[in-house]
């Protein structure tokens, strides 16, 4: 198949090219399932619904003190998707636009960076299937499998950067306009990165620079939001919620594998410094300006310092480009190197890959990609007893936490009973990253075209991992009844996030508390101090709200959920306008209503999943 563009370039796509991006996109789809509106969709979708009715949200405390989707165009864009699909039907072209969007310019980036084609296909290979996660706890990633606007943003900053690359200003300022309106924290980062270029190349950046700060200065004295946030500080009330709620935006609680992971990937990127051409050395270098520029900022500017704007532009976030980078030179790394260094390179490779499924993992991955990068930097060391040693030391440590490795993955095979969901993603995706490097090796083999024919069918049969309960809140069948059991509740608490999702997106009612409603905390004061008056009544419930640190802890850990009138007498006294609370179990000793779900919710108590489907609700009014 040939391809000629208007101004005279000529593209070639061959049997070869064709069968290698049937191998990515098969990793592509192993790589990001389908679950639906999941993890942080349902964030923007909430805040789409509130954008086609703010009248019917205004009490609901994700709202009721301002929100975040006042700084991103997203919604407003999204909603007539959901007005022409319905919630369902707008995620899932959402989603697949977005995908597409995202490996076009993931793949115009590499290859107007690179120019071997087989280093084209492993840095996009090495970009799709190593690990993606940043922050705590990889609580984000780069090209998620949900719809949220950091997945546009990310598509609209890589093509801005490519078509930098090729000398197409004008566009790639069109682009990353677009980014910062749809997510302005995903843009920053590739914004940087042409300044920083724009800066080294040409003097009257530096005046246009002035001038934007200039613009900016005069927006922290007008009080124009989100600029007036540089005047402001936590206070103490306020720092200790977002320091529970919002750990993930202060650097300094980070675990030690968070900070692996930064470690892991700068140091990639300064090795690859070693094997890179002189246009490849600049753009990487800037890479990591940007990405520790970011870190040394969001830990003086928030966690010390305390600032407001600081902390809300959690500038740690260009981490998300730095890792895209590291993850696409990491098999540029292992083709360039030769020996030993290949060998313990392939290693670290091998671990950055399989966290993405085996999550027992993700604690040692980023210390064995760390020490992988660490081994070949090592080799380049002047001086052949300092390199033996080095290599020495690297190679005792490697060998620990590969000891550490295995036995995690122990424990994952005989404890984890989702593992036997993982594992076929797992197998297709390793035989995806076979098949391309054969293909990129051996072209004319003939088991190709079957084998790449069969992975990506059957990682397109696999793709749609929705469970039942997620079809049901989010799609447009019956109710079930649910309306009527809600009728005349008033203000509702419903047990767990299942519990928010349900009256959110099927009944149409705003809740009392949740979880995912402290996500607004280090944004607005009020909304902050709120949530957590809310959350310290209602723990004593010991509900399934109250797992993790950052929503709070049981009172008692060692209970599932309420067991007597007086802990639900306690909480409607202590709350005057909460009206009724739906539970997962019953209260023998209480008079209430039930209702039985469609389907059931899954949840996990312990070391075993239980299903629920049946919802208990009891009033408040009596118990005053």
């Not at 690990?131 to 801005?160: I, K």
């Not at 914004?191 to 900016?216: H, K, N, P, Y």
């Not at 895209?324 to 990491?330: G, I, L, W, Y």
């Not at 902050?528 to 209602?538: H, K, P, T």
Request: charged residues 15%; hydrophobic residues 50%; contains cysteine.
């Amino acid at each position: 198949m040939r391809i000629q563009r208007a101004y005279g370039t000529d593209y070639s796509i061959s049997r070869n090219a064709m069968i290698a991006i049937g191998f990515i996109l098969a990793m592509w789809l192993t790589t990001h399932p389908y679950r639906g509106v999941f993890h942080d969709a349902r964030y923007y979708l909430i805040q789409t619904l509130n954008a086609l009715d703010s009248n019917k949200w205004a009490q609901d405390l994700y709202f009721k003190y301002g929100n975040q989707d006042s700084f991103s165009l997203f919604s407003n864009g999204y909603k007539w998707v959901v007005i022409a699909l319905g919630s369902e039907g707008a995620n899932l072209v959402a989603t697949i636009v977005g995908d597409a969007l995202w490996l076009v310019a993931l793949g115009s980036l590499i290859c107007a960076a690179l120019t071997c084609r087989v280093e084209r296909m492993a840095a996009i290979c090495g970009v799709i299937v190593l690990a993606s996660g940043y922050g705590h706890l990889s609580s984000l990633h780069y090209a998620e499998f949900f719809v949220t606007p950091r997945l546009f943003a990310e598509a609209a900053t890589m093509g801005g950067l490519a078509l930098v690359i090729q000398q197409r200003h004008v566009w790639a300022s069109a682009l990353f306009l677009l980014a910062f309106l749809f997510h302005p924290l995903i843009a920053i980062p590739g914004i940087g990165v042409v300044v920083i270029a724009a800066l080294r190349r040409d003097r009257r950046a530096w005046m246009v620079l002035g001038l934007l700060l200039c613009a900016i200065a005069a927006g922290i004295g007008l009080k124009v939001e989100p600029f007036v946030r540089a005047r402001e500080f936590y206070d103490t009330d306020w720092f200790q919620v977002i320091k529970a709620r919002d750990e993930l935006a202060m650097i300094s609680i980070w675990s030690s594998e968070d900070y692996a992971r930064i470690v892991a990937a700068c140091t990639v990127l300064i090795a690859f410094l070693i094997v890179a051409t002189d246009r490849e050395r600049r753009f990487v270098v800037m890479v990591l300006v940007i990405a520790v520029g970011g870190c040394v900022a969001s830990f003086v500017g928030a966690d010390l310092a305390h600032n407001v704007l600081i902390m809300n532009l959690q500038l740690w976030r260009a981490m998300w480009l730095a890792n895209v980078a590291s993850n696409a030179v990491f098999p540029l790394l292992i083709l360039r190197s030769r020996g030993s260094e290949r060998i313990v390179l392939v290693v670290g490779f091998v671990f950055g890959f399989f966290p993405r499924f085996l999550f027992s993992l993700a604690f040692v991955s980023p210390f064995i990609v760390l020490l992988s990068a660490l081994w070949f930097l090592f080799g380049k060391t002047p001086g052949e007893r300092i390199r033996f040693f080095l290599r020495g030391i690297t190679l005792i440590c490697l060998s620990v936490y590969l000891v550490l490795a295995a036995y995690a993955l122990y424990l994952q095979i005989a404890d984890d009973f989702y593992i036997g969901e993982y594992l076929p993603s797992l197998v297709l995706t390793a035989a995806s990253i076979f098949g391309l490097a054969w293909s990129l090796r051996q072209p004319m083999a003939k088991w190709l075209i079957p084998a790449v024919i069969f992975v990506l069918v059957t990682s397109a049969i696999l793709v749609d991992q929705r469970t039942s309960w997620n079809r049901y809140v989010y799609g447009s069948g019956p109710d079930g009844g649910l309306q009527k059991f809600l009728a005349d509740a008033g203000t509702i608490y419903w047990e767990g996030i299942n519990g928010a999702d349900l009256l959110w997106f099927k009944a149409g009612k705003p809740i009392y508390y949740s979880c995912v409603q402290g996500t607004e905390s280090i944004f607005f004061r009020p909304l902050a101090l709120e949530w957590f008056r809310r959350l310290s009544v209602i723990r004593l419930l010991n509900t399934e709200d109250f797992k993790t640190l950052s929503c709070g802890t049981k009172v008692d850990p060692s209970t599932a959920g309420p067991h007597s009138q007086a802990q639900i007498a306690a909480v409607c006294q202590a709350l005057p306008d909460l009206d009724t609370l739906i539970l997962n179990h019953p209260i023998p000793e209480l008079a209430g209503q039930s209702w039985t779900a469609p389907t059931y919710q899954e949840i996990v108590e312990g070391a075993r999943r239980k299903h629920v489907s049946t919802f208990y609700r009891y009033s408040c009014t009596s118990l005053r």
